[in-house]
């Protein structure tokens, strides 16, 4: 599994420059509210995935007055060899390479170090759109597969230009046909993955949600899709003339949900914010489980704040489920030190500890 031993990180967020070592177990941040701490896992998290974790627009990661940020990651490999992943950022866009080598798309580094972060935004999946829950179920299944992310990004593509022929209200019936057919060329292999990953992740939830609460409640995930209904070119073609009277295209995996249960109940609707707590740490517990299982390797845990949603014994239970002779990198961020210690105390005996202050990080 990847390690990753070292990162540079400049002008990103609060972060004006740091190089930091890391131990390849447990890494501990500790530090008051606004010092830095989630900005290094999103640093962290960017690295692995070319984006960051919180914010959608990279100006918000921009370090105040600067246009511009790179970060830059040491990983060891399972092979035992060395590589290196550079990021810049700037007016010109994205460049990322690895060991000097520019890629010919981002899309080719999603899922090379496979990362799951656990965070108080998390509360999103729940009190949030649709559009969350599909950002979520992306960012897991690109990571573990890149035709799927491949399906992805041609249907977006497609989908972008269908609306537009719509909004102009220009829509050539031979040219709608062929885009038709396209679309449903690749949302079928989409709706079918996401069928599978939610199938194998419930009962994943399940567990987990029963480690944490003790409770009764029984969770789950139902997915809802047009294309349960159909193949897409079909739904397209009958819903043609609404498509028309509405300007932009009604049907497909791009309205897509899955919806969280508890006793079968919305749990948005139901659940007290212990127990949604308590389901999202759950969800991302199952979604490492998953990606460690059906990957090969154990993802990167990284874990903000999570002493937020869960108290100390829980945490130390959740920890020692993902430790052990195949348990991946893990960074783990809190505001109280010794609660901090006491959680990770007998998990990892070479962990590394780190204080922050207004950006700057300081091995304890």
Known sequence: MPVLEKIAV?????????????????N????NNGEGKTNLLDAIYYLSMTKSAFSASDRFNFRHG??????????RLEN?????????VGQEGKKLRRDDKAYGKLGEHIGQFPVVVVSPADTALVSESGEE????????????DQS??????????????????????????DFLQVTDCKLA?????????????IERLEPLVGKYYALLSGGNEEVGIRYESDLSCGPLEKLLASRLEKDRIFRYTTAGIQRDDFIFLMDGHPIRRCGSQGQQKSFLVALKFAQYDLMRTLGGCAPMLLLDDVFDKLDSSRVKNLLSLVSGSDFGQIFITDCDRERLRNAVDGISASGAFFETVDGCFNRL
Do not use: W
């Open 10 to 26: 400049a002008d990103f967020r609060n972060i004006v420059f740091q190089e930091i070592d890391f131990s390849p177990e447990v």
């Open 28 to 31: 501990c941040i500790c530090g």
């Open 66 to 75: 600067t246009s511009t940020f790179s970060l830059c990651g040491s990983y």
């Open 80 to 88: 035992g060899l060395s590589t290196k992943v550079s990021i810049g």
């Open 133 to 144: 829950r599909r950002r979520f179920v992306n960012s897991v299944l690109s990571q573990m």
């Open 148 to 173: 799927y992310l491949a399906y992805m990004q041609q249907y977006n593509r497609l989908l972008l230009q269908r609306n537009k022929m719509l909004k102009d209200m220009q829509f050539p019936e």
């Open 185 to 197: 060329s690749y949302a079928a292999p989409v709706h079918e993955a996401r069928r599978e990953f």
